[in-house]
């Protein structure tokens, strides 16, 4: 029986320009998927003061292997935002902290 799971992730902020540089370290990644899996990524500002970069990434299948791909395409995606936070801490501290 075929299925179809979908995660969203969303990043909210003021900085528009942190959004766009962090949808194209992901965009990437992003390019070469499966038949199985789409991804699509947007950033979408909300009354002039909010940016919002958004992707959401889906997968058709079985279901237990829908589930794992999509879990594990946004784990990456989440450890990927985790490297950028870092850098950009280590950029403005001018320090590295684990």
Known sequence: MSSKVK???ELKTSNCNLLVAVKNSLSPDNTQVTRDMSIRE?????????YTYRVEVEVV????????????????????????????????????QE
Not at 42 to 50: A, C, G, K, P, T
Not at 61 to 78: Q, V
Request: proline share 0%; charged share 15%; net charge positive.
């Open 42 to 50: 947007s950033i979408v500002r909300y009354n002039n003061s909010l």
């Open 7 to 9: 995660s969203i992730l």
């Open 61 to 96: 299948g079985d279901l237990l292997h829908a589930l794992k791909r999509t879990s594990s395409t946004i784990n990456e995606l989440l450890l990927i935002l985790k490297s950028i936070e870092k850098t950009l801490n280590t950029i403005t501290t001018g320090s590295i």
